[in-house]
């Protein structure tokens, strides 16, 4: 038998259905993009990256055979969105007048996280294709934006890492650095990125708005 293509072989995905998607119940605070596929489903994941390319952060996801009689969704954290952003998904809300596509909610955890969740119905028949369709459709309108999310001022790392270690502990750039953050400071700010990632992110968009805006 000849080796697939990898156009067949994205076609024979495609066609897999929901119901035959096993869940992954794993789940991380710190994700990038090479990570995504071990925490997010394959029907899901194409919308994932979507969102990670736009520097949107989605907080859960799931359309896998659990689904099936109701709805795949992908939550977006509705702070890590920008103000253009924010508002093209709020104007699709105002529009959905059932709930039953877009809604507002929470996510519970070590704090509350305000979500906006974009969902999609899944029956017995509904493919990896229908799923990956459904969702690109619906985020397609969403924009290039800067990173707004794992982001902080140096007092905000102080806290957090006096929360982690106490309070009389001395905190200089060495134990910052040594916990992970990333500073980015130049002319215009001085803030602190929660991963390497997040702030070459951040540094690629500012050098696209300088680009555009010469």
Known sequence: MEELTGNEKNQFRNGIKIRDIEPIETCSSTLTRDTLHEFVEE?????????????????????????????????????????????????????????????????????????????????????????????????????MQDVLYGRYSRDDVIQFIKSCIGQNIKIDEELIINMGFCLCSDEDEDIYFENEELLKKHLAYKNREADLEK
């Open 43 to 143: 029907p899901c994941l194409e919308a994932c990256r979507y969102l990670y390319d736009l520097n949107i952060q989605t907080t859960m996801s799931s359309a896998n055979k659990k689904d099936v009689g109701g709805y795949g969704y992908i939550n977006i954290a509705l702070d890590s969105l920008s103000k253009e952003n924010k508002n093209i998904l709020l104007g699709m809300l105002k529009h959905d007048n059932n709930g039953n596509r877009i809604s507002l909610g929470t996510e519970h955890g070590p704090i509350l996280i305000e979500i906006i969740s974009i969902k999609t119905p899944i029956n017995e028949e509904t493919t990896v294709g229908d799923v990956r369709k459904d969702f690109m459709q619906v985020l397609s309108s969403l924009k």
